[in-house]
């Protein structure tokens, strides 16, 4: 078995991870006789300095024949989705400097707050991972959940690709990777204004106080999105499969409630599905697409009629993005004739000609050019949990990269 990297990061989530892996996974890795080192994170953006490290590490050993330029770097990633960020984002760095990209497989724990990766590879109603006899007397039945993605790595098995999203600011000098969500509207601002309360409510409750003060905000903005070989889809209710946009149709203007992008995990929270595509209608194996989730208010016909459009829109965003914690039901809702939205539908209205209520696309990805220069909360960029600003007159660009086989990042799940 190669050497394991196990990352620790002490301030993740409730402060777990120091003790989980000091009592649940390095007595796993000593009892099957796997060498490993552990790395704690030391403050904000060391898992990248630990990601460049590695990889550095990994070049020297690679040029002394000590390993194979195709050899694995497994990472248990001991923290949340940030810290799995914040390492590829240094490890992508390394490789911006000339290094070698190499294969790298992570393992998740869930020790973070939203543990968005973890919940997607094994979401909270998943049939346990099974064990084998080697493993079976070393494993409590209480820690199967959070372990499960080490066992799967342990057990050997194939791991799954795990795409990343290049996301370019005009104001920052280097691209942006991220793996888990890339989002402007609702959803950054929500992280921009939750991490006020972070101290105080670490949990994910402290999200839904974040959520109160941003949903009836508009945030004027214009988006084309980038085909890929497939062009650009939409989904559709109705055939529950994509549809095919001509080109004419790339081009969304806004304003915007929610605009949230992801490549990987159907789910952001344990219950929060936002991207059921991503599971329903899963992309093939280096297919480069991203899956994009929008709310788009002046759709709704009952906003267009109110004279206070953010009052109209406030209880409108809360029962959609509530339909998305019954297992991602938001996207089968449609407009009936009056402009209503049966919630409680499983299965599209009947309305004829009723429009879906979410509009989810699937393509390469997208330009977000804030269209009112004043709008400082339209500016707000979020790629997996850090935040960024676009300058005035400035826009984003996200484009999943191209992967190439051999090469990039895997995760056991
Ligand atoms: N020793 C440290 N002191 C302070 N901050 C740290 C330290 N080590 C890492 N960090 C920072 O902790 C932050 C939070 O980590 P992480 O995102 O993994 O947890 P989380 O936000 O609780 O979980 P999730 O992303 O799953 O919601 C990261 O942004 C990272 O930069």
């Known amino acids: 078995m190669p050497r394991y990297h196990v990352l620790v990061n002490p301030v993740s989530g409730a402060g777990k991870a120091p003790d989980f892996v000091e009592y649940r996974v390095l007595p796993l890795l000593i009892a099957l006789g796997i060498d490993y ?29 000590k390993v194979k330029r195709g050899d694995v770097t497994t990472v248990v990633v001991g923290g949340g989705d940030g ?29 973070g707050t939203a543990n968005a990766l973890h919940s997607t590879l094994f979401p909270p109603d998943s049939v346990p991972v099974p064990l084998t006899e ?32 290049q996301t370019t600011i005009s104001s920052e000098p280097k691209p942006i990777p991220s793996h888990i969500v ?44 980038l085909p890929s070989a497939a062009g650009v889809r939409m989904y ?44 329903r209608l899963p992309p093939g194996p280096h297919e480069g697409t991203m899956d994009i989730v929008v709310l788009r208010p002046l759709r709704d016909p009952a906003v267009r009629a109110a004279s206070d459009k953010g009052a109209a829109w406030a209880p409108r965003t809360k029962e959609v993005l509530g339909a998305a914690y019954d297992d991602g039901r938001h996207i089968a809702l449609v ?17 004829e ?39 005035p007159g400035g826009s984003v660009r996200a484009k999943v990269i191209e992967s190439h086989a051999g090469e990039g990042f895997w995760v056991w799940g």
């Open 182 to 225: 890339l989002s402007t509207a609702l959803h950054a601002n929500i992280l921009a204004d939750s991490e006020a309360f972070r101290a105080e409510i670490p949990g994910v409750e402290r999200f839904k106080l974040a959520a109160a003060a941003n949903v009836s905000v508009f945030f004027p903005a214009q988006v084309q999105l």
């Open 83 to 111: 810290t799995a960020h914040e390492f590829m984002e240094g490890v992508l760095e390394g490789v911006r400097d000339g290094a070698q990209l190499g294969r790298w497989e992570l393992v998740t724990l869930p020790l």
């Open 335 to 351: 407009y009936g004739a009056g402009g209503t939205v049966d919630l409680s539908s499983r299965v599209p209205q009947h309305d």
């Open 37 to 65: 080192d552990v790395h704690v994170t030391k403050g904000v953006n060391d898992a990248g300095r630990i990601g460049r490290e590695l990889l550095l590490e990994r070049e020297q050993r690679v040029s002394e024949g």
């Open 353 to 391: 000609g009723g429009e879906p209520v979410v509009e989810v696309f699937r393509c390469a990805g997208f330009e977000w050019t804030p269209t009112d220069e004043s709008h400082k909360k339209s500016h707000i960029v979020c790629a997996d949990g850090s935040l960024y600003t676009i300058p």
């Open 134 to 165: 080697r493993l079976e007397p070393l494993i409590a039945p209480g820690d199967m959940h959070a372990l499960a993605s080490l066992i799967r790595s342990l057990e050997a098995g194939v791991p799954r690709s795990l795409p990343v999203t």
């Open 236 to 279: 559709d209710p109705r055939t529950k499969d994509w549809k095919v946009l001509p080109e004419k149709e790339y081009t969304l203007d806004g304003p915007f409630g929610y605009f949230l992008s992801t490549t990987t995990t159907p789910r952001l929270e344990p219950t929060f599905v936002v991207a059921p595509t991503l599971a």
